[in-house]
């Protein structure tokens, strides 16, 4: 009785299958869930940051290839303070927001989005190709020798197209969804957007005080410590001179006075509308690119790869009953 359950076809489908399905999930887990796919995605995401200069196009002695944070191969991601104005001249103030910068915003954040569906096909292309190399060595390694291999590659391939087809229509739609900004996180967005306006400006004050250097710190903010880092041209509260200054002040009648008080005294700066332009776009691409590095990966395993993983004994047993027909 033993032997005759052994020799039972459908017994040896059973575990036939079972052994191939395990073999390759533990591939597909071995290779596509890798960092490297996904890292590389995240990279290429990242590097299409705007690139704001709170500096002139003008300015002299700036080498602007070393002061990118990230790669500056295309000149057309630099924006300078100036050709910032220029826009916001141009620019139609529209009813969506009285905010004079917001068709600008929508403009600059539309540029960097415009380039993330090429990244996310190539990144769903990149899982697609190592599945189907799998699916095809795991399969000459398991029937090689069987007929059934022509119908078990056909109906899996055909059954991954369709799921890819299905999935790259739902990741399309997540350039699109960015064109207009949102987020229900508006107290990061105004972290973000504070800690990128304050390098903006402490990079720009340092580059008045000392045109010949230039010096913006390389990291996203959202991807740092959360720290605003001061630089060395700040004068502290504590100061001698600032001390004078109040106390002169106060013998004149001025009482209560701080250092807070003594900045209002200087001028605004003629390019504040541009600082605060680039802090806005600058601090929500951080959020915008946060969510499609997380949320892109997460539907390709879960809608691609596992839907495919928990459907695949099914679809082996599909081939050999389309197999022991024909």
Same mark, same amino acid.
């Given at each position: 009785?033993?032997?005759?359950?052994?020799?039972?076809?459908?017994?040896?489908?059973?575990?036939?299958?079972?052994?191939?399905?395990? $073999?390759?999930?533990?591939?597909?887990?071995?290779?596509?869930?890798?960092?490297?796919?996904?890292?590389?995605?995240?990279?290429?995401?990242?590097?299409? /940051?705007?690139? *704001? +200069?709170?500096?002139?196009?003008?300015?002299?002695?700036?080498?602007?290839?070393?002061?990118?944070?990230?790669?500056? +191969?295309?000149?057309? #991601?630099?924006?300078?303070?100036?050709?910032?104005?220029?826009?916001?001249? %141009?620019?139609?103030?529209?009813?969506?927001?009285?905010?004079?910068?917001?068709?600008?915003?929508?403009?600059?954040?539309?540029?960097?989005?415009?380039?993330?569906?090429?990244?996310?096909?190539?990144?769903?292309?990149?899982?697609?190709?190592?599945?189907?190399?799998?699916?095809?060595?795991?399969?000459?390694?398991?029937?090689?020798?069987?007929?059934?291999?022509?119908?078990?590659?056909?109906?899996?391939?055909?059954?991954?197209?369709?799921?890819?087809?299905?999935?790259?229509?739902?990741?399309?739609?997540?350039?699109?969804?960015?064109?207009?900004?949102?987020?229900?996180?508006?107290?990061?967005?105004?972290?973000? +957007?504070?800690?990128?306006?304050? #390098?903006?400006?402490?990079?720009?004050?340092?580059?008045?005080?000392?045109?010949?250097?230039? %010096?913006?710190?390389?990291?996203?903010?959202? *991807?740092?410590?959360?720290?605003?880092?001061?630089?060395? *041209?700040?004068?502290?509260?504590?100061?001698?001179?600032?001390?004078?200054?109040?106390?002169?002040?106060?013998?004149?009648?001025?009482? !209560?006075?701080?250092?807070?008080?003594?900045?209002?005294?200087?001028?605004? $700066?003629?390019?504040?509308?541009?600082?605060?332009?680039?802090?806005?776009?600058?601090?929500?691409?951080?959020?915008?690119? /946060? +969510?499609?590095? $997380?949320?892109?990966?997460?539907?390709?395993?879960?809608?691609?790869?596992?839907?495919?993983?928990?459907?695949? !004994?099914?679809?082996?047993?599909? /081939?050999?009953?389309?197999? !022991?027909?024909?």
């Amino acid at each position: 009785m033993a032997e005759d359950t052994i020799q039972d076809p459908s017994i040896s489908l059973f575990i036939a299958v079972s052994k191939f399905s395990a $073999d390759v999930v533990a591939q597909v887990n071995s290779a596509l869930r890798a960092k490297d796919i996904y890292t590389q995605f995240k990279s290429e995401i990242m590097s299409t /940051a705007p690139d *704001f +200069r709170p500096y002139l196009s003008t300015d002299p002695q700036i080498d602007y290839l070393t002061v990118s944070p990230i790669d500056a +191969r295309d000149d057309s #991601r630099i924006f300078f303070l100036d050709q910032l104005k220029s826009r916001l001249q %141009d620019s139609p103030v529209t009813g969506v927001s009285h905010s004079e910068r917001y068709p600008v915003q929508l403009a600059l954040i539309s540029e960097f989005v415009g380039r993330w569906r090429e990244y996310i096909i190539g990144c769903l292309d990149r899982i697609h190709l190592g599945l189907c190399e799998i699916l095809n060595k795991t399969v000459c390694n398991h029937f090689g020798d069987s007929k059934v291999i022509v119908e078990t590659r056909m109906i899996m391939y055909e059954e991954i197209e369709l799921r890819r087809a299905a999935v790259l229509q739902e990741l399309e739609s997540f350039p699109k969804m960015e064109q207009l900004p949102f987020t229900q996180n508006s107290w990061q967005l105004s972290s973000l +957007r504070q800690q990128w306006l304050q #390098r903006y400006v402490n990079a720009r004050a340092e580059h008045i005080a000392n045109p010949w250097k230039c %010096d913006l710190s390389p990291r996203p903010a959202l *991807f740092d410590t959360g720290r605003v880092h001061m630089h060395n *041209f700040t004068v502290s509260a504590n100061s001698a001179v600032v001390t004078d200054v109040l106390t002169g002040l106060h013998q004149l009648g001025y009482e !209560n006075l701080t250092l807070a008080d003594l900045a209002r005294l200087k001028p605004s $700066d003629a390019y504040k509308e541009e600082l605060e332009l680039a802090a806005d776009v600058r601090g929500y691409f951080d959020i915008a690119a /946060a +969510r499609v590095i $997380d949320i892109v990966p997460m539907i390709i395993n879960h809608h691609y790869l596992n839907e495919f993983l928990d459907t695949l !004994n099914f679809i082996l047993v599909k /081939a050999d009953v389309h197999h !022991n027909t024909q």
